[in-house]
């Protein structure tokens, strides 16, 4: 079947230290990810998107990274900080299908002081 | 975010009783989404909207209507509530296809079937 998918449920850095989430996708075809924040609370809040025709995409912090040959792309961010700890999504478009957003269960990032 | 405003925040309603949850956007978005979120699950979508009174189902539609009358509001309504039904849903819009930079979600409403 087609599924966003993420590999750790939960990840725990320490603060200062980079903190790599990863996500793997089943639907060759898709072509735009994106990835959003989830605060206790709140709802989701993007961070970063990302086209097919891109391997690399840079934001304030944060970086994703595609991988289409096997189909699996990354959020990096750098010198992670309390104001982190949040669950983070990936995300996929599928715009043949309407546009929806189907998404990951989610990876909860824990930042220890 | 302010644009987009759901409400109530919480609700606990009993198991058989119709209960509506609402969903306002202020920036005139044609494309409105719900999703409800369940641990194990994520997020899954209900129902999607393109513009006024064009809705079609998502992946888990069942025991849900959904209506939109006006582009800025997009109500979400539970016929009959089941305990299954317990969940956070997520209301969100964009302004395409999410193609470019994705949905706007609001803060969400947390609802308790008992």
């Known amino acids: ?113 | 975010d302010a644009g987009i405003t759901q409400s109530p925040r919480y609700k606990i309603t009993e198991t058989g009783r119709q209960v509506t949850l609402m969903c306002h956007q202020t920036w005139s978005h044609s494309y409105m989404f719900w999703y409800r979120q369940d641990l194990g699950h994520g997020l899954r979508l209900i129902y999607y909207s393109a513009a006024a009174d064009i809705t079609d189902k998502g992946e888990v539609p069942d025991g849900y209507v959904v209506s939109r009358s006006k582009t800025e509001n997009f109500p979400l309504t539970l016929e009959s509530a089941t305990r299954s039904q317990t969940s956070v849903y997520f209301c969100a819009s964009s302004l395409d296809r999410g193609q470019r930079g994705g949905y706007t979600f609001g803060s969400g409403t947390r609802l308790t079937v008992v």
């Open chain 1, 1 to 113: 079947g087609e599924s966003v998918g993420l590999h750790l449920p939960t990840l725990s850095v320490q603060e200062g230290d980079n903190s790599i989430i990863n996500c793997a996708y089943s639907n060759s075809a898709s072509d735009y990810f994106i990835w959003y924040k989830q605060e206790s609370g709140k709802g989701p809040q993007f961070i970063i998107d990302i086209r097919s025709n891109m391997d690399k995409r840079q934001g304030q912090r944060v970086t994703v990274l595609l991988n289409k040959t096997v189909k699996h792309l990354s959020l990096q961010i750098a010198a992670t900080q309390p104001g982190d700890s949040a669950v983070y999504f990936c995300a996929e478009n599928r715009d043949n299908q309407g546009g929806k957003l189907i998404f990951g269960q989610g990876t909860e990032l824990s930042v220890k002081p």
